[in-house]
């Protein structure tokens, strides 16, 4: 048999779950604060997450889907939050960085995201994409 999917202190992980509207039916790397992926491990009645209530998956038990980590840049390692929104384009894919200066050309992603998903300008919160 397949174990159950946990997080890393051993709480089973609610399936499915639902998280700003959307439903889940694995670990998730959408709204993630450290860029590791989580889960709910208690739900409403309605199946959305209890505030609160939720914790990173463990990797060696949980199917955890491939993520798009930035290699440099102010929020190096973190992960893109896709999609994102930025001056009124909505962005499913790194974006090529059309500003001049050393990162001309290089392309980056946005590493938080409010609740409408619009990259959360102005504090560091982006980095340049690897090979992804």
Do not use: M
């Amino acid at each position: 048999p397949v174990p159950e999917c946990e997080t890393v202190t051993g709480k089973l992980c609610v399936f499915p779950f639902k998280y700003r509207g959307k439903t889940y039916l694995e670990c998730t790397n959408d709204g993630t604060t450290n860029g590791k992926p989580w889960c709910a491990t208690e739900t409403r009645r309605d199946g959305n997450v209890v505030p609160g209530k939720w914790e990173d998956c463990d990797p060696s038990v949980c199917a955890v889907p491939e993520v798009c980590r930035t290699s440099s840049g102010p929020d190096s390692g973190n992960s893109c939050k896709f999609p994102f929104r930025f001056h009124g384009k909505t962005y499913t894919s790194c974006a090529r960085w059309t500003w001049s200066g050393v990162n001309y050309g290089k392309y980056w992603c946005s590493t938080k995201t409010d609740r409408n998903g619009n990259h959360v300008n102005g504090q560091g919160n982006y980095g340049f994409c690897g090979f992804c």
